[in-house]
């Protein structure tokens, strides 16, 4: 298993302003994903996040609105920037293990709950 | 692309059994998994299907059949605790993301 630390666990940002998510793992993760909740709907994948290298976005994702860095394999950061109301949603990080029973188990931080106003 | 379709809602009371159904479209893929997340939590992990049939864990049994592209979770013996949403998701083999269905609301009565 793993442990994910994900701060901050919410905050209320102004429209226009930009905002880091940090992701900390207790364990080394072959994989690390960015997901994203908006109020009572499902996970909709932000992007795959690279140790090294930029990040793989999904369709309808851009790396100027959400920059992603992941310097080593246990951290990485999302930021989502000018922001505006829409982008109000829990922010959730997650990762596979060598270790994961199942290919299809994914690991999950407790989200980061963004409002803007 | 890939698409998970379930129902929006499903109620039941203590004690009942109850199924949640996942229909899919996609190509290849390695599996079907589900995951259970409390208001205000995390996703976790429930089940895996790599195989069509009945997987059982406990209260929770999951089933898959490749051929009809469809899935559901049955959950017996109903708690308060049970009320949550519950989401199937699958991992293509040729993006090696997981992609989570819909997600079905599941309240569960005294």
């Known amino acids: 298993s793993a442990v994910i630390s994900q701060k901050p666990s919410r905050d209320i940002c102004q429209r226009g302003t930009s905002l880091t998510i940090q992701c900390q793992v207790d364990?080394?993760?072959?994989?690390m994903f960015w997901y994203r909740q908006q109020p009572g709907q499902s996970l909709t994948l932000i992007a795959t996040?690279?140790?090294?290298?930029?990040?793989?976005?999904e369709s309808g994702f851009v790396i100027d609105k959400f920059p992603i860095s992941r310097p080593n394999l246990t951290f990485s950061t999302l930021t989502v920037s000018n922001m505006s109301p829409e982008d109000s949603s829990i922010y959730l990080c997650?990762?596979?293990?060598?270790?994961?029973?199942?290919?299809?188990?994914?690991?999950f931080g407790e989200g980061s709950r963004l409002t803007v106003l | 692309g890939q698409s998970l379709e379930q129902p929006s809602e499903v109620t039941a009371v203590e004690g009942a059994i109850v199924q949640i159904n996942c229909t899919y479209q996609?190509?290849?893929?390695?599996?079907l998994s589900w995951y259970q997340q409390h208001d205000g939590g995390a996703p976790t992990f429930l089940s895996y299907?790599?195989?069509?049939g009945l997987e059982e864990t406990g209260r929770f049994s999951s089933f898959l059949s490749r051929s009809d592209s469809y899935g559901y979770l049955l959950l017996q013996e109903l708690q308060m605790k049970d009320s949550a949403s519950y989401f199937c998701?699958?991992?293509?083999?040729?993006?090696?993301?997981?992609?989570f269905g819909t997600g079905t609301r599941l309240q569960v009565f005294p």
């Open positions: 997650s990762v596979t293990t060598s270790g994961a029973k199942h290919s299809g188990e994914l690991f």
């Open positions: 364990s080394q993760v072959t994989m």
């Open positions: 996040a690279n140790q090294g290298s930029e990040a793989t976005y």
């Open positions: 996609t190509s290849g893929f390695y599996g």
């Open positions: 299907n790599a195989l069509d």
């Open positions: 998701a699958l991992r293509s083999y040729n993006t090696d993301k997981l992609i």
